[in-house]
Antibody, heavy 118, light 109 residues
Framework: QVQLQESGPGLVKPSETLSLTCTVS????????WSWIRQSPGKGLEWIGY???????NYNPSLKSRVTISVDTSKNQFSLKLSSVTAADTAVYYC????????????WGQGSLVTVSS | QSVLTQPPSASGTPGQRVTISCSGG????????VNWYQQLPGTAPKLLIY???QRPSGVPDRFSGSKSATSASLAISGLQSEDEGDYYC??????????FGGGTKLTVL
């Protein structure tokens, strides 16, 4: 069974860069698309972007200028960087398998709450 | 405001059948498959229905999905108290984007 686990700081200052890593276990990161999805407190789900195991990426147009998603196949990990954060970026950030030309995400991490505050 | 439109709430009594709708457009639901997620309180979303009507292994057949043109529906029959939570539809959009519906909060009365 594939498992995903997010890791990273739970508190980020405004204007700084949010960084999270997702570690995949129980299966290989190769041959799949991997996405980041966030959920603001009390709100719905928002897709941030995906990375293919080859390194190809695609981002939500509304976040594209601030997002970088990368993959490290040797560590079975992929990462998210979101720059110039504001309080509006406070959310639970999920990593998930899928999202490449589909809205299907079949495995999810438990989520990581990131608060943007000084 | 989400491009995929869901009713904010739905409710039913135990044993009843409830349906949740998801309305989109030609660039998303009209040309790509629909997926549904169940999010129970305090947990991560879980894939409930994929490719319009397929159930992942382990999902009870009480849950079913359908699609017609630019709209999709999730039906839950034999409603149970443990079904209470939030339900989201999702689809790929031809503008190179994954879209989620705004979510529907299901209450079991």
């Amino acid at each position: 069974q594939v498992q995903l686990q997010e890791s990273g700081p739970g508190l980020v200052k405004p204007s700084e860069t949010l960084s999270l890593t997702c570690t995949v276990s129980g299966g290989s990161i190769t041959k799949y698309y991997w996405s980041w999805i966030r959920q603001s407190p009390g709100k719905g789900l928002e897709w941030i972007g995906y990375v293919y195991y080859s390194g190809t990426t695609n981002y939500n147009p509304s976040l594209k200028s601030r997002v970088t998603i990368s993959v490290d196949t040797s560590k079975n990990q992929f990462s998210l960087k979101l720059s110039s954060v504001t309080a509006a970026d406070t959310a639970v950030y999920y990593c998930a398998r899928g999202g490449g030309y589909t809205g299907r995400f079949d495995f999810w991490g438990q989520g990581s709450l990131v608060t943007v505050s000084s | 405001q989400s491009v995929l439109t869901q009713p904010p709430s739905a409710s039913g009594t135990p044993g009843q059948r409830v349906t949740i709708s998801c309305s989109g457009g030609s660039s998303n639901i009209g040309s790509n498959t629909v997926n549904w997620y169940q999010q129970l309180p305090g947990t991560a979303p879980k894939l409930l229905i994929y490719t319009d009507h397929q159930r992942p292994s382990g999902v009870p057949d009480r849950f079913s999905g359908s699609k017609s043109a630019t709209s999709a529906s999730l039906a839950i029959s034999g409603l149970q108290s443990e079904d209470e939570g939030d339900y989201y539809c999702a689809a790929w959009d031809e503008n190179l984007n994954v879209l989620f519906g705004g979510g529907t909060k299901l209450t079991v009365l």
